[in-house]
């Protein structure tokens, strides 16, 4: 295959200084800045490497998936393939059209409307006119704004800025798409259209360098990249470089949910004493049909008083060897909310959840119990891998959206007091 | 540089676009909407008229003060709106700058763009007031063209300094608000400078001058500059013009660390 991308030696110095300065600055500044030396290393005081001596190459239709904690230069090197930034060393090479999902909504104006936004986000995506004009009902459709598009974008939500400038920059022809966390600004449902949209690109053999801290999206890489400090320490097949970053994040401290798990006296607060699942006439079930309903009952047991508690469940695919860092949203998940306000009295209850559409990836996925105290900070209570269940069919399609379960809940016990 | 005029080319449409953003964004919400464009150079205008009417006597070679005065007016609200605003354009788009490629020059370009419209509009008083001073343009009016780009590349060389400068010193846009305005009062703006002395050296240098005497020439047949101080013009502009890119080109590469 062609190659897409190629890095060779790039590195990237940043200064912790300030970055602009007045003139005075400058001027009084000047005997110095002629004294002062690089180090060994070529950095001046305050400055360090963002990037360091790193080169890759990617063929053309690849996804690479960069991972690495924070501060570690991801952002750093999409920013120097898009070319708004130019390395100190080395040469970064990209054939064809570079566009990024990394600012949405570039240069929308909060004081002009939906329509006139389009036009100016498009050019500054590359698009011309007439392309904008052809597209403009697509993207409309796309974003599903279309009663507001003479409205200015100002009095928009997030949600719709968002939806809009999302609209905008999918409909931008691109042969290498550099995707940054940014799309995480987005509901669960948004993001997942983004992600959809993402492989949809991909299978028509667009390029894609994606940085993400999901890790469901970093699997479905075809090769991943993990930085750590601004070098490279590995590129893999992304299970194996997953494995690696979440090793180097959990020495760091970068804990596991377990670890803030709370216990009184050896015993926690609150705990879930088992969990039913349940087809839509009570049965128990062991597979999930896609489109049918679920009901989840959870019996839990509260030792010492709390503050709303909540309780919560997340089905996680088997084959994620991840349990921490991913975002459980991603995730099939439901909670109890405010549901059981008030009603944090010790003793033992039962609370019921019914999700009348179950969407979610085909395969076994492990269940995930957690209890939260009301703010939903910390877990009292966790336990992964509590059960598993087979989910039958894939649902991959346009509308897929694992949040939009319309979620009932019950209390069954004890008797509801107000 | 044919290359950057290409690449520059090629991205037109996000000028105009931005342009068009620029003035939209500008007039939206005003009463008076493009109007503003003319309000500030006719103020001024009436205000020097006065001035010069009743205060101090200034001999302006046959041509009406009022007409005079708007003719250099307009010429120098062009000349000035470009600056300053080119000075702001990068610092006040960094969401742009910093995350989102095209040719940096386009920003510039557009703030060019959008000051030519705020000209167009306050150019159709000037006919206006020429109608109603009775003075038509002679053949001379053929050279408009050339003069409006001895202008702008002027202009334009300046835009693309100022725009990285003010990116490495904010104080930049400061200075320039007080430098246009006293650059102003040393120009032809609002009345003749004498071509003898120690003026022949500063006309020399000040190619805004021989600018505004040209714009005066073509439009109202005013005597003519002289041909070497608007050949000294045109080679400072071009120079400018030359120079600003080079540096614009150098700069750039820190655009994206620094906006």
């Not at chain 1, 991972?67 to 708004?84: D, E, Y």
């Not at chain 1, 269940?367 to 939903?376: I, Q, W």
Request: hydrophobic share 45%.
């Amino acid at each position: 295959m062609p190659v897409a991308v190629e890095l060779k030696g790039v590195s990237k110095r940043f200064s912790r200084g300030p970055r602009t300065r007045t003139l005075v600055d400058a001027v009084l500044g000047w005997p110095r800045r002629l004294m002062r030396r690089r180090s060994e290393d070529g950095l001046l005081e305050h400055e360090f490497w963002a990037l360091r001596d790193l080169s890759f190459q990617l063929e053309k239709g690849a996804m690479l998936g960069v991972i690495g904690p924070n501060g570690s230069g991801k952002s750093t090197l999409l920013k120097l393939l898009f070319r708004i930034l130019r390395p100190e060393t080395g040469q970064v090479t990209t054939v064809g059209r570079v566009g990024g999902l990394i600012e949405l909504g570039a240069g929308f104006h909060p004081y002009l409307s939906g329509r006139e936004n389009v036009f100016i986000n498009g050019a500054i995506l590359g698009l011309r006119q007439r392309e904008i004009r052809q597209r403009y009902d697509s993207i409309v459709d796309f974003s599903g704004l279309r009663e507001f598009m003479d409205m200015p974008v100002k009095n928009y939500s997030s949600g719709m800025y968002a939806r809009l400038a999302f609209a905008v920059a999918a409909h931008a022809e691109v042969d290498v798409l550099l995707v940054d966390e940014v799309l995480a600004v987005g509901g669960a449902s948004f993001q997942m259209k983004c992600y959809d949209w993402m492989a949809r690109r991909r299978k028509q053999g667009v390029t894609i360098v994606c940085v993400s801290h999901n890790m469901y999206v970093i699997n479905s890489a075809s090769r991943c990249l993990f930085l750590a400090d601004g070098e490279k320490q590995l590129e893999d097949d992304p299970p194996r470089a997953i494995e690696r970053y979440l090793e180097t994040v959990q020495a760091r401290g970068e804990a596991s949910l377990h670890m803030f798990t709370e216990a009184v006296g050896g015993q926690p607060r609150a705990e879930i004493l088992r969990v039913e699942l349940l087809d839509g006439q009570g049965n128990e079930l062991k597979t999930l049909e896609h489109d049918s309903t679920l009901l989840i009952r959870f019996h839990y047991l509260i030792r010492e008083e709390l503050e709303c508690p909540i309780m919560a469940l997340t089905l996680q695919p088997d084959d994620a060897r991840f349990p921490v860092q991913v975002p459980s949203h991603y995730f099939f998940h439901v909670a109890s909310g405010t549901l059981l306000k008030h009603r944090g009295q010790p003793g033992e209850g039962v609370v019921e959840v019914e999700v009348p559409q179950v969407r979610l990836p085909v395969g076994t996925h492990r269940v995930n119990l957690y209890c939260f105290n009301g703010s939903m900070t910390h877990p009292i209570w966790v336990k992964e891998g509590a059960t598993r269940i087979e989910v039958l069919r894939p649902i991959w399609s346009d509308r897929l959206s694992l949040m939009d379960h319309r979620q009932q809940w019950r209390v069954l016990a004890p008797e509801q007091q107000r | 540089m044919l290359a950057d005029v290409k690449e520059t080319w090629r991205y037109r449409e996000l000028i105009v676009a931005l342009a068009m953003r620029e003035v939209r964004v500008r007039y939206k919400h005003a009463l008076l909407g493009i109007g503003w464009a003319v309000i500030m150079p006719l103020v001024l205008m009436l205000v020097f008229t006065e001035i010069f009417s009743r205060v101090a006597s200034i001999s302006t070679g046959g041509i009406p003060y009022p007409l005079f005065a708007y003719t250099g007016l307009l010429a120098w609200q062009l000349h000035a709106n470009i600056i300053q605003g080119a000075s702001r354009c990068l610092s006040d788009n960094s969401n742009l700058v910093t995350k989102v490629y095209f040719p940096r020059q386009v920003l510039p370009a557009s703030v060019v763009l959008s000051a030519l419209v705020d000209f167009a509009v306050a150019a159709l008083l000037l006919a206006g007031l020429m109608a109603v001073h009775r003075v038509t343009p002679g053949w001379q009016v053929a050279f408009v063209p050339l003069v409006l780009a001895l202008q702008l590349s002027l202009a334009s060389g300046l835009a693309l300094f100022v725009s990285a400068a003010n990116l490495f010193y904010r104080d930049v846009q400061f200075i320039l608000q007080v430098g246009v305005q006293l650059w102003m009062f040393a120009s032809s703006v609002l009345y003749p400078l004498p071509s003898q002395g120690v003026f022949a050296w500063v006309n020399l240098l000040n190619p805004m001058t021989p600018i505004l005497d040209a714009w005066r020439y073509t439009l109202l047949g005013a005597p003519a500059p002289r041909p070497e101080s608007l050949a000294a013009a045109a080679g400072l502009s071009l120079l400018t013009l030359v120079l600003g890119w080079a540096w614009f080109r150098r700069a750039e590469a820190r655009f994206g660390e620094l906006a």
